[in-house]
C-alpha cells in the first residue's frame, strides 16, 4: 500500500506560479515514476508532466516551458508552475508508480489538489 499526498494547489491570477509537491510513503522498495494529471470539469484527463527515477522529464504540449518536475527527495517530486492561464485550472492529481515486493509494480493515486487561476 503506498499513500500518495499532494500540496501545494490554490488560486492565483494569470501569469503567477504556484508549486505543488507530491509525496509517497508505505510499503514499497524504490519509486519508479511520479506523474502529475490534471482534470477540468467536462474535460478529459490530461497528462502535465512525468518524472523517471533516472531523473528524465517529459511534459504536455500544453505546459512545455511554463512548468518543470523535479525530485525533492526520492519519494517527492515537485512541479513548479510559471507563467499560468486560465486555462491550467484544474484539479490535479499525482499518480506514483512503485516496485514493491517480488518486484512487483504498482500505480497509486492521490486524492488531488486544486488549481485555480483567474483572468
Known amino acids: 500500500q503506498v499513500l500518495v499526498v499532494e500540496s501545494g494547489g490554490g488560486s492565483v491570477q494569470a501569469g503567477g506560479s504556484l508549486r505543488l509537491s507530491c509525496g509517497a510513503s508505505g510499503d514499497f522498495w524504490r519509486i519508479d515514476e511520479m506523474s502529475w494529471y490534471r482534470q477540468a470539469p467536462g474535460d478529459q484527463r490530461e497528462l502535465v508532466a512525468t518524472?523517471?527515477?533516472?531523473?528524465?522529464s517529459t511534459y504536455g504540449d500544453s505546459v512545455k516551458g511554463r512548468f518543470t518536475i523535479s525530485w525533492e527527495h526520492a519519494n517527492i517530486a515537485v512541479m513548479q508552475m510559471d507563467s499560468l492561464k486560465p486555462e491550467d485550472t484544474a484539479v490535479y492529481h499525482c499518480?506514483?508508480?512503485?516496485?514493491?515486493?517480488?518486484?512487483?509494480?504498482?500505480?497509486?493515486w492521490g486524492q488531488g489538489t486544486q488549481v485555480t487561476v483567474s483572468s
Open positions: 518524472i523517471q527515477r533516472t531523473g528524465t
Open positions: 499518480a506514483v508508480v512503485s516496485v514493491g515486493r517480488a518486484a512487483a509494480t504498482f500505480r497509486d
